[in-house]
T-cell receptor
Framework: GDSVTQMEGPVTLSEEAFLTINCTYT??????LFWYVQYPGEGLQLLLK?????DKGSNKGFEATYRKETTSFHLEKGSVQVSDSAVYFC???????????FGIGTKLQVIP | DAGVIQSPRHEVTEMGQEVTLRCKPI?????LFWYRQTMMRGLELLIY????????DSGMPEDRFSAKMPNASFSTLKIQPSEPRDSAVYFC????FGTGRDEQYFGPGTRLTVT
């Protein structure tokens, strides 16, 4: 079956540091890939997405590139801010199915 | 757009009581999902509907849980009787399946505490 593997965290960074959160996936079809973010006390929000190989999703300074050869979708940001502190979920939707397979979430804490 | 609306935002109840959680999806969306989030188990899909029809309820923990979607703008998740281990945050999400824009939009969640 489909699965998403991401680093468990927590990840603690100083403000303006470079962020990478790794995500790899297993899917039987040709999935769409997503990163969702959950701020404290809120529901998940879509951060970015990519629907085909070599697509780059980007939003709010975050980027992730769909790498089919390595089955990866790593999240990166060049300079994190305290306001980026949240839990980040990698996810996929495979083929014609609507079910989203989520990773376990990676908690990011950015300190001033 | 108002987004996905859930009520109540917080619910505290005693073991054995019936609990009903409510969700209004985004207008025009044709799919609705109920999730449960806990520290121990993370985010779990309980059930999802497409065009008001339950498609997959394999995540529903047991017969104490039931979900309905009587129309395109309303869904309920009911727990009867409730138990302390049901304490969690319950999220509703909706999406428009079939257009390629299949990302899900989550509500703010209902924090359930069963004492």
């Amino acid at each position: 079956g489909d699965s998403v593997t991401q680093m468990e965290g927590p990840v603690t960074l100083s403000e303006e540091a470079f962020l990478t959160i790794n995500c790899t996936y297993t899917a039987t079809g040709y999935p769409s890939l997503f990163w969702y973010v959950q701020y404290p006390g809120e529901g998940l929000q879509l951060l970015l997405k990519a629907t085909k190989a070599d697509d780059k999703g980007s939003n709010k300074g975050f980027e992730a590139t769909y790498r089919k050869e390595t089955t990866s979708f790593h999240l990166e940001k060049g300079s994190v801010q305290v306001s980026d502190s949240a839990v980040y979920f990698c996810a996929l939707i495979d083929g014609g199915y609507q079910k989203v397979t989520f990773g376990i979430g990676t908690k990011l804490q950015v300190i001033p | 757009d108002a987004g996905v609306i859930q009520s109540p935002r917080h619910e505290v109840t005693e073991m054995g009581q019936e609990v009903t959680l409510r969700c209004k999806p985004i207008s025009g969306h044709n799919s609705l999902f109920w999730y449960r989030q806990t520290m121990m188990r993370g985010l779990e899909l309980l059930i999802y509907f497409n065009n008001n029809v339950p498609i997959d309820d394999s995540g529903m923990p047991e017969d104490r849980f039931s979900a309905k979607m009587p129309n395109a703008s309303f869904s309920t998740l009911k727990i009867q009787p409730s138990e302390p281990r049901d304490s969690a945050v319950y999220f509703c999400a909706s999406s428009y399946f079939g257009t390629g824009r299949d990302e899900q939009y989550f509500g703010p969640g209902t924090r359930l505490t069963v004492t």
